[in-house]
T-cell receptor
Framework: AQSVSQHNHHVILSEAASLELGCNYS??????LFWYVQYPGQHLQLLLK??????LVKGIKGFEAEFIKSKFSFNLRKPSVQWSDTAEYFC??????????????FGQGTTLQVKP | DSGVTQTPKHLITATGQRVTLRCSPR?????VYWYQQSLDQGLQFLIQ???????AKGNILERFSAQQFPDLHSELNLSSLELGDSALYFC?????????????FGQGTRLTVV
């Protein structure tokens, strides 16, 4: 079965520190990849997505992610975090195999706490 | 604001009862998805509708059912509720019905079964 694994469940950083959140998926076929963010009490918002092309994807709020096909990974990065980045981050995968639908498989999420 | 509207925001009900959660997708979106978020299971896909037809099904219990109406809003019906059904239920919508589409999420309905 397809699965998505996020390595870090809880990350605590100080402001201005660099961030990297790991995401690996198990599906071997063609995939679309997403990172969503959920601020406290709010809905899931799309940070960035990868469908095809340049494997280095830039998203909103200074976030970027790199798709490494050989490693089945899609890690999220930000060079310098801010207190306002405190949130929960979800990696999600959509497989384009048989029955191509918009269904997303989510990782367990990573809670990021940024200390001022 | 994502443009996806879910009602109600909170729902408290007793075991054995039935509830209906409602979702209005973004204007122009034809697909509606339902997800369940719980502490132990994380975010789980339940079901997808595209233009009124069921498109994909996930780990949705037989006690749960959904439909998408001609005006494209969707309802998720949960019956014979159990304590373990307590969770945050998200609706999402997208223009297309396939993977090359971005989904927009609503604020969720927090269901508490007591």
């Amino acid at each position: 079965a397809q699965s998505v694994s996020q390595h870090n469940h809880h990350v605590i950083l100080s402001e201005a520190a660099s961030l990297e959140l790991g995401c690996n998926y198990s599906y071997g076929g063609t995939v679309n990849l997403f990172w969503y963010v959920q601020y406290p009490g709010q809905h899931l918002q799309l940070l960035l997505k990868y469908f095809s092309g340049d494997p280095l994807v830039k998203g909103i709020k200074g976030f970027e992610a790199e798709f490494i096909k050989s490693k089945f990974s899609f890690n999220l990065r930000k060079p310098s975090v801010q207190w306002s980045d405190t949130a929960e981050y979800f990696c999600a995968v959509n497989s384009l195999g048989s029955g191509n639908t918009g269904k997303l498989i989510f990782g367990q999420g990573t809670t990021l706490q940024v200390k001022p | 604001d994502s443009g996806v509207t879910q009602t109600p925001k909170h729902l408290i009900t007793a075991t054995g009862q039935r509830v209906t959660l409602r979702c209005s997708p973004r204007s122009g979106d034809l697909s509606v998805y339902w997800y369940q978020q719980s502490l132990d299971q994380g975010l789980q896909f339940l079901i997808q509708y595209y233009n009124g037809e069921e498109r994909a099904k996930g780990n949705i219990l037989e006690r749960f059912s959904a439909q998408q109406f001609p005006d494209l809003h969707s309802e998720l019906n949960l019956s014979s509720l159990e304590l373990g059904d307590s969770a945050l239920y998200f609706c999402a919508s997208s223009v297309g019905g396939t993977g090359n589409t971005e989904a927009f999420f609503g604020q969720g309905t927090r269901l508490t079964v007591v």
